[in-house]
């Protein structure tokens, strides 16, 4: 098995190809809450080998793996994230060699869409059909097909082990090769086990680890944020887990010290078109003078005079802007920092982690070891039960609330994220004491909450359009925490009248409150609109540019779509348009957030506010400035100016005239290094965007 869905979302949408599970329990205890929404089909042998999901820690789900009579593997997978998770029944036939001929996947997926997926291999063709693909293809040689839904528990290794060189061909597409890497002994279960450490390539932008056993099944595979390991063996995660992210560590050193290059001299840059996040204006023919990565002159062409021997970066006319910031995204591996940058993106608020992840990969990160932005960390915090996020900081009273604030703000954290399972009684209390300590407070609106609410009880901050639209459906949907909080608003946000004086009021509220607004138009773009079969509208303009298999991930649609819905799930989302239209109008602050893949998406975001109608410059100023401005770091950040950290990129194009050239960064200096945006998209078998 193989994690090869690496288009993943920490909040909105989880993009994952593992599987899960545990065993069924009368009582749940309270890390086992998750998984009491998974129920096993009769189906599954009471000898079934059986493997744990788990999401931060917890328990979320089941796979269990079997054979039948006939020869077949079969494998079911389920898990609950928050309401919603996959829930898919797979049957795998191979050959002599271990080359699946057939697979078939049954169930539903992620966001609870009909899964029926099929595959044929004989007499020298193939054929395969799916949600979003059907195809067939005359085959000279052995190749392998990695399913969209269905999910392999160990046929993908067993079959790169025994083919020639350890690689074969994907279908449809692409190819892939395993290399042993390390060899552990553990103790799991009681029981002294070898486990064996394998890389996979051609799957995802960057290598994916997978540990097997001494006869070659899966033992274990996962990362800070999921995990699939046998029952009993939960306890030896943490140490596979280290020797893997040691070498991921390694990757991505070599990747940083390859891309980016230390600016020893003071750096002249010149002839550049300067925007002024300030002004939100152009200024031609302007030159930056940086010394030990802070810029010291900024001034037109015949007046910046450095002293000294300096290095010199001829802009040639291309337009110089203030680092990108994404408002919203949850750091993964090393990768994200490097679609991050290769981007733009200089700085980023993560709004969701493990603690000891972010803290360690921001560490690497500002030390330069690993290409990645800055880092501003949101603590999150959630209510215990089934419909609880991915996290190990609950809060079900007072005294809990308080410490984990009190944690949070001893570690650095600035701001703080209430979660969808938050008791509503519990908000004024987390708001009052993150105040008392100096920090933000926002998140999503708690089940049982309407948004009003959530902002008169202190909210600075709220995440999610979805939450502007549900203020005014809560008679209908008051549990935020089940898929209801999406659905319910693709189905009717298009019957809102925004002109309506309920609205308004609203908006009044917002506003004397000052009120910040995350909307992640995006998101709901994918959810709203993308259908299987066409690339996700976030990630069309560069899905022809991404590695094969990563392609194929942005064609599996969005949210299912009842018959007859079509028009009005797409509607709704110009619906979200004209409402993101109207509160950015009436004078309310919008920051750009992604929660989602890193860097491509946060393009997609602007050019969506571009499209609602905030002129191009303004959209440029929000997401520099704007958000420097929110966090309060705007003494260091978001402009181009004397003292400032020299956060910067170069731009083939004209953003401010037209948002989709931001897709154009060339140069990204972060600091005292200078990065090639097409050297780092290179690395992660990106083609570069120019």
């Known amino acids: 098995m193989a994690i090869h869905r690496t288009l993943r979302s920490a909040g909105l949408i989880l993009y994952v190809s593992a599987s899960a599970v545990i065993s069924q329990q009368p009582e749940p205890t309270p890390k086992d809450v998750q998984a009491s929404l998974v129920t096993i089909p009769s189906e599954v042998p009471a000898d079934a080998t059986r493997y744990s999901l788990l999401l931060a820690g ?62 044929r291999l004989g007499g020298g063709k193939a054929s395969w059909s799916n949600k979003a693909e059907k195809g067939e293809k005359e085959l000279r040689d052995t190749a392998l097909y990695v399913p969209l839904d269905g999910n392999f528990a160990g046929e993908m290794e067993t079959a790169l082990l025994a083919a020639p060189g350890s690689r074969l061909a994907l279908l449809p597409e692409g190819e892939a090769r395993i290399e042993r890497v390390l060899d552990r002994t553990i103790t799991a279960g009681g029981k002294t086990r070898k486990v064996t450490l394998y890389e996979e390539t051609g799957l995802a932008f960057t290598s994916a680890p997978v540990w097997l056993a001494e006869d070659g099944s899966l033992f274990a595979s996962g990362s800070d944020w999921f995990v699939v390991i046998p029952e009993g063996a939960e306890a030896a995660w943490p140490e596979l887990l280290e020797s893997q992210k040691v070498r991921a560590s390694q990757q991505g050193e070599q990747v940083a010290r390859k891309a980016g290059k230390k600016l020893e001299a003071p750096l002249l840059i010149r002839d550049a078109r300067l925007f002024d996040s300030e002004t939100a204006s152009m200024k031609d023919r302007m030159s930056v003078l940086i010394v030990g990565g802070r810029i010291a002159q900024v001034g037109p062409d015949a007046k910046v005079k450095p002293s000294g021997k300096h290095d010199i970066l001829d802009a040639k006319g291309k337009t110089l802007l203030p680092g990108l910031w994404d408002m919203h995204v949850h750091l993964g591996d090393w990768d994200d920092g490097v679609l991050n940058l290769a981007a733009g993106v200089t700085t980023v608020r993560d709004l969701a982690n493990d603690i000891d992840h972010l803290r360690e990969i921001r560490a690497k990160f500002d030390s330069g070891v690993l290409a990645g932005p800055r880092v501003v960390m949101a603590g999150f915090i959630d209510g215990r039960g089934p419909y609880q996020g991915p996290t190990k900081v609950f809060a079900d009273t007072p005294e809990e609330a308080k410490a984990d604030i009190e944690r949070y703000k001893s ?127 976030a990630l069309a303009a560069v899905a022809d540019r991404l590695p094969a298999q990563n392609r194929r991930q942005t064609l599996g649609g969005g949210l299912p779509v009842p018959e007859g ?27 750009a957030g992604t929660d989602s893949v890193p860097g491509f998406t946060l393009h997609r975001e602007l050019e969506n506010y571009a499209a609602a109608g905030i002129p191009a410059p303004k959209v440029l100023q929000l997401a520099t400035l704007g958000a420097a401005r929110v966090m309060k770091h705007d003494g260091d950040s978001g402009s181009i100016a004397p003292n400032k950290t020299a956060d910067l990129i170069l731009v083939d194009g004209d953003p401010a005239a037209r948002t989709s050239d931001i897709r154009r960064v060339v140069t990204v200096i972060k600091g005292g290094t200078l990065y090639d945006a097409a050297a780092l998209y290179r690395s992660l078998g990106i083609r570069p965007a120019n």
């Open 58 to 119: 917890n328990k979320a789900g089941v796979m269990a793996v079997w054979k039948t009579p006939d020869g077949a593997r079969h494998n079911f997978f389920a898990f609950n994230d928050r309401g919603r998770g996959p829930k898919i029944t797979t049957r795998v036939v191979v050959d002599r060699a271990g080359i699946p001929t057939e697979i078939d996947a049954t169930g539903n997926d992620y966001l609870e869409g009909p899964v029926d997926e099929h595959f």
């Open 411 to 537: 570690l650095g954290y600035e701001q703080i994220k209430i979660y969808s399972s938050v008791k509503p009684e519990l908000v004024p209390v987390i708001a009052t004491e993150a105040h008392r300590l100096g920090m933000r407070v926002s998140g999503h609106v708690p089940a049982f909450m309407t948004m009003q609410q959530a902002v008169e009880q202190g909210y600075d901050e709220v995440q999610h359009a979805n939450f502007w639209f549900l203020n005014f459906f809560f008679d209908t949907v008051k549990d935020t925490r089940t898929p209801a909080r999406f659905t319910a608003v693709a189905e009717h946000a298009a019957e809102l009248d925004l002109n309506s004086e309920r609205v308004r009021a609203f908006v009044r509220l917002l506003r004397e409150h000052h009120t910040v607004l995350d909307p992640t138009i995006s998101a709901f773009e994918d959810f709203f609109t993308a259908r299987p079969g066409t690339p996700s509208p």
């Open 565 to 591: 819905m079509d028009k009005r799930y797409r509607d709704s989302f110009q619906a979200v348009l004209r409402f993101l239209k109207q509160l950015y109008d009436s004078g309310l602050t919008i920051v």
